[in-house]
């Protein structure tokens, strides 16, 4: 089955520790995404990938960096985690004859000690 | 500043009734609505859609009316049932490639 998968689904590091999160896809959408919710909170966009251009929201905190070797994967990185990014990190995909719909994977929970 | 809002946090209803989830907008922009729904520790999986050319989209139990004139979507479930209970998330876009607003979702219980 097409998919989109997130590994590890729960990750815990250390405060100030560098963390990376990754997704695959199999569905060769060539847009992909990370949101980052928090609890009883709406997902918010951090960044997002069209192919190889990379798009940054406003407000994504310099701490967060990402990277797209392929079509199928994307990373989050997160380069000094604090206690506030402790959340659930969501990679989504989009692609195809309806580029609006968005795929999502499992999510990765973070937890930051 | 919310530009999507789901203003009830929490629906209970009556296996076999009807479930009813309300969302509303801001930005006139918005072309596209989705609705998403969430299990606990999994991510949002996509249930229905609707354009902004259409005011209604049905898909099995599950039919969504888009009111332009009011900013205003609704979920409609029908007949519900236990296996529905889950964090419903209204989403818009028509900004960018397709970025999605959400909002802060409406957890449904159905209860048999």
């Known amino acids: 089955d097409a998919m989109v998968i997130q590994n590890p689904r729960y990750q815990v590091t250390q405060f100030g520790k560098p963390v990376t999160l990754s997704c695959s896809q199999t569905l060769n959408h060539n847009v992909m995404y990370w949101y980052q919710q928090k609890s009883s909170q709406a997902p918010k966009l951090l960044f997002h990938y069209y192919d190889k251009d990379f798009n940054n929201e406003a407000d994504t905190p310099d701490n967060f960096q990402s990277r797209r070797p392929n079509t199928s994967f994307c990373f989050l990185d997160i380069r000094s985690p604090g206690l506030g990014d402790a959340a659930m990190y969501l990679c989504?995909?989009?692609?195809?004859?309806?580029?609006?719909?968005?795929?999502f994977g499992p999510g990765t929970r973070l937890l930051v000690l | 500043d919310q530009q999507v809002k789901q203003n009830s946090p929490s629906l209970s209803v009556q296996e076999g009734r009807i479930s009813i989830l309300n969302c509303d907008y801001t930005n006139s922009m918005f072309d596209y609505f989705l609705w998403y729904k969430k299990y606990p520790a999994e991510g949002p999986t996509f249930l229905i859609s609707?354009?902004?050319?259409?005011d209604k989209n049905e898909d099995g139990r599950f039919t969504v009316f888009l009111i332009k004139s009011a900013k205003h979507l609704s979920l409609h479930i029908v007949p519900s049932q236990p296996g529905d209970s889950a964090v419903y998330f209204c989403?818009?876009?028509?900004?960018?490639?397709?970025?999605?607003?959400f909002g802060k979702g409406t957890k449904l219980s159905v209860k048999p």
């Open positions: 989403a818009a876009s028509g900004g960018s490639q397709g970025n999605l607003i």
């Open positions: 989504a995909t989009s692609g195809g004859r309806n580029q609006e719909t968005q795929y």
């Open positions: 609707i354009s902004s050319i259409k």
